[in-house]
């Protein structure tokens, strides 16, 4: 009987020991977990171009390098926000009023700010700073609807090694004059900024086209994102019946569309790589054609609270496989930190009746992100073969099990602490 050898350990590779928790990765793209792995005394295996090697039971290893003894913390995949507002960083905590009310008195005039290219950078090193104190590796971010403000953010998320989404914000209507962007102009906006950034850092940095929404986009500022979109195959990410005054505002002002979504639908906005925010107030029919195009959905259950928009009833994207991130919408969100998130999901499924687990929390604020952001094959879980973005936690010393760990980082977080954090194989917090 001939045995296979065992695949050689690239000169250079890091070893990291602890305990492991983390989803599985099905078969499939669009299934969002098969179930977690937890391994109480575990060896993770990064080789130097910063991919998993292996990650299995510290007793079975065949390394015989240094190793970096992390025990008793746990290492698990980096956290996934697939919604926040970068302008909104200063603001967060002044969302407590219905949601166009709060646009108007809060967002719009600190968002108006991001001219000022001081501002600009001293907002986003806070940003950064703050995701990767929280342990978000991977994010998709709203910039405000100024260019050089977004190449700011794109500089700042490039210096700190996350992995992320950007997007110029589109408006040009129903806001202030100065955030105004004409579709002649935010065309070649767009044009430079992709050019300069999507793919940088082999691909750990994309653009994303960032309509905000129906209200505050024209017909043809619309439609110019939706042919940006398919003429470099991006991600469009934009937000979706969050409040039932902006639906119904919506549906005055797009008169030949059948509901909110059909307003995407129509101008080419709804596909496959279509990310939609909130998603709460749609119809049978709204949610069929959503599952039908392949879209997904950023759950921000924080926010809904926050501005009293609704609970996102999220059996509905379940049952139809769509695929669901968890975002926190800083600043209507009141936290970076996903394992609150993770909280407020289980809350607000709660208020309709279903009682999701600690194990499906913590697969929709890793895995679940990753799919909803079609990263699930390079990020997500700690899989031989993806890239190795994750984190270091400690809990609490009575906290051993797989249960406990669950709980702590769903519901407890304030006992656990983030340590480190790695973005593919390199420690981006602390760093010196
Ligand atoms: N929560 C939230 N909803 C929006 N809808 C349009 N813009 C925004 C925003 O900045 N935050």
């Not at 695949?7 to 299934?31: K, M």
């Not at 509905?316 to 600043?331: F, K, N, Q, T, Y």
């Not at 031989?384 to 936690?393: H, I, N, R, S, T």
């Amino acid at each position: 009987m001939t045995t296979s050898a065992p695949s050689p350990i690239p000169l250079g590779t890091r070893a990291y020991r602890g305990r492991l928790l983390s989803p599985l990765t099905p078969e499939g793209s669009r299934n969002q977990g098969a179930g977690l792995r937890f391994i109480e005394d575990a060896l993770l295996l990064v080789t130097p171009d910063g991919r998993i090697l292996s990650a299995g039971p510290a007793a079975t290893t065949t390394f015989r390098g240094p190793v970096l003894d992390l025990r008793p913390a746990v290492l698990i995949p980096g956290f996934v926000d697939a919604h926040l507002h970068y302008p909104q960083t200063r603001i967060t905590g002044s969302a407590s009023g219905p949601l166009l009310d709060w646009l108007e008195r809060s967002v719009f005039p600190e968002e108006a700010r991001f001219d000022d290219p001081a501002h600009a950078a001293a907002v986003a090193s806070d940003f950064t700073r703050r995701m990767l104190m929280a342990g978000t590796t991977t994010c998709a971010a709203y910039s405000s609807a100024h260019a050089a403000a977004t190449d700011t953010l794109f500089e700042a998320l490039d210096r700190a090694g996350l992995r992320a989404f950007a997007g110029l914000t589109l408006m040009d209507q129903g806001c202030p004059e100065p955030l105004r962007l004409d579709h002649r102009e935010a065309l070649p906006a767009m044009r430079d900024l992709i050019q300069k950034w999507h793919g940088k850092g082999e691909g750990r940095l994309q653009f994303i086209v960032t309509p905000r929404f129906a209200l505050s986009c024209s017909r043809p500022l619309l439609e110019a994102a939706a042919q940006v979109a398919a003429d470099h195959q991006l991600f469009v990410q934009t937000h979706l019946a969050e409040s039932p005054a902006e639906a119904e505002a919506v549906l005055r002002a797009c008169p030949w569309a059948i509901d909110y979504l059909d307003v995407y639908d129509r101008l080419g906005l709804l596909g496959p790589r279509s990310l939609f925010a909130h998603a709460i107030h749609l119809s049978p029919r709204a949610w069929d054609r959503l599952a039908e195009a392949g879209a997904r959905v950023a759950h921000c259950p924080d926010s809904n609270f926050f501005l009293d928009s609704g609970r996102m009833p999220i059996d509905e994207p379940r049952r139809r496989h769509v695929p669901i991130a968890l975002g926190s919408d800083v600043g209507a969100g009141r936290s970076f930190d996903m394992r609150r998130a993770m909280s407020h999901a289980f809350d607000s499924a709660l208020c309709l009746g279903t009682r999701l687990t600690p194990a499906e929390l913590f697969t929709l604020a890793t895995l679940g992100g990753a799919t909803a952001l079609d990263l699930q094959g390079r990020v997500g879980s700690l899989d031989p073969g993806k890239e190795a973005d994750f984190l270091v936690v400690r809990c609490p010393d009575h906290i051993t099990t797989e249960e406990g760990i669950l709980a702590q980082l769903a519901f407890a977080s304030d006992e656990s602490t983030i340590q480190r954090v790695y973005v593919r194989g390199a420690q981006v917090h602390p760093v010196d």
